[in-house]
């Protein structure tokens, strides 16, 4: 299956297929002409299929160098982004070379930023090896690194030439980066698509997921195609990506990185955002517990003992996603639409409020 996202200044194709990876030499060589390309990736998928990639982009006419991060959410930081420039100038890369993130969300995230500010820029591409990323995080363009003060807080719009996303890399996933990935499946799902809800309500387990991932992650990629070429850069539409994520992206921060998996934060993040929406009138009566039932399903969290009310509301304060005293959030009106609503910063409050919660 191929998908291609239409922008005004840069389209691109997103690959779908299984088997995929083992061909990616002549699929960089069919957007590139043969020139360094520096692999990003981490120690852990290093060791899966680090070798094999340089050998396949070797056997296409291209120069290779790879440099593997260490895993995890700590990598996403300025200090990894020095290191990965200083092994880009060693390596000799030029503005007329390329890198290619080959990994999950953190390493996508990170190699993007990498690429988007050397030298101010060179062209990279996304070879995503986890469901999150493969559904989200690799399409649409948002690059990122973390600091102490919040997720995501410096990062770039930077689009890439292409993202290759092959189904098979998801068999050497551990089942929790596979529920992590499923998070998203179900918020994109419950914003957007009321038929890839019900697909996915007729599944019994992950297992069951993973054996349809073409599929799913084929709808997901549509949704999220959709969004950003309506929204390309986060300004109206494209903020119902985020539902869950405020709190989610909260809970990352707090708990220290990497200790709640960013999935586990979305999932508790809709839950708690549509229990208080609920309560408010804002969202359907009911609607909480069908997510609950969909999530716990899936062995998703619904609900945690890592509640630090007060530093979840400074780590939102610091979001990205908090703009002039306002903050907007996005709850469910009903299964597959959501809408944004806008609240004074202090507002925020009242949905981290666990009272009466599940």
Request: charged share 20%.
């Amino acid at each position: 299956m191929k998908l291609t996202v239409t922008l005004p200044t840069h389209s691109y194709d997103l690959t779908i297929e299984t088997g995929a990876l083992d061909k990616i030499g002549t699929w960089v060589r069919s957007l590139w002409q043969p020139q360094r390309v520096a692999i990003i990736t981490d120690e852990t998928v290093n060791k899966l299929y680090g070798a094999a990639v340089e050998k396949e982009l070797q056997a296409a006419g291209f120069e290779t160098s790879l440099i593997a991060v260490a895993a995890g959410e700590q990598s996403k930081s300025l200090e990894t982004a020095q290191l990965l420039y200083d092994f880009l100038a060693e390596q000799q890369l030029t503005r007329s070379d390329g890198l290619i993130a080959l990994g999950g969300g953190v390493v996508g995230d990170l190699a993007g930023f990498v690429a988007s500010t050397y030298m101010r820029g060179i062209h990279f591409l996304q070879v995503p090896t986890t469901l999150l990323a493969q559904v989200d995080s690799s399409i649409g363009g948002k690059t990122a690194v973390n600091t102490k003060k919040a997720k995501n807080l410096v990062g770039t719009f930077a689009q890439p030439d292409g993202v290759l996303i092959d189904p098979n890399t998801l068999k050497t996933l551990e089942p929790r980066r596979v529920r992590e990935g499923i998070a998203e499946i179900v918020k994109s799902a419950a914003i957007a698509d009321v038929e890839l809800w019900h697909r996915l309500s007729s599944l019994e387990n992950e297992q069951d997921l993973v054996a349809h991932a073409e599929e799913i992650i084929t709808a997901c990629c549509k949704i999220k195609r959709d969004v950003v070429e309506e929204d390309e850069l986060d300004l109206g539409l494209r903020l119902i990506l985020n539902f869950g994520h405020t709190i989610g992206h909260a809970l990352e921060n707090t708990a220290g990185y990497g200790v709640i998996a960013h999935g586990e934060g979305v999932s508790l993040g809709m839950i708690q955002i549509t229990q208080v929406a609920e309560q408010r009138g804002l969202s359907p009566l009911g609607i909480t517990q069908e997510l609950v039932t969909m999530l716990e399903k899936f062995h998703l969290p619904v609900t945690t003992d890592c509640w630090p009310e007060e530093r979840l509301y400074q780590a939102i304060t610091h979001d990205k996603k908090t703009r002039g005293g306002q903050i907007k959030i996005i709850v469910l009106e009903k299964i597959g639409q959501a809408k944004i609503v806008s609240l004074p910063t202090e507002e925020i409050r009242a949905f981290l409020n666990r009272e009466g919660g599940i």
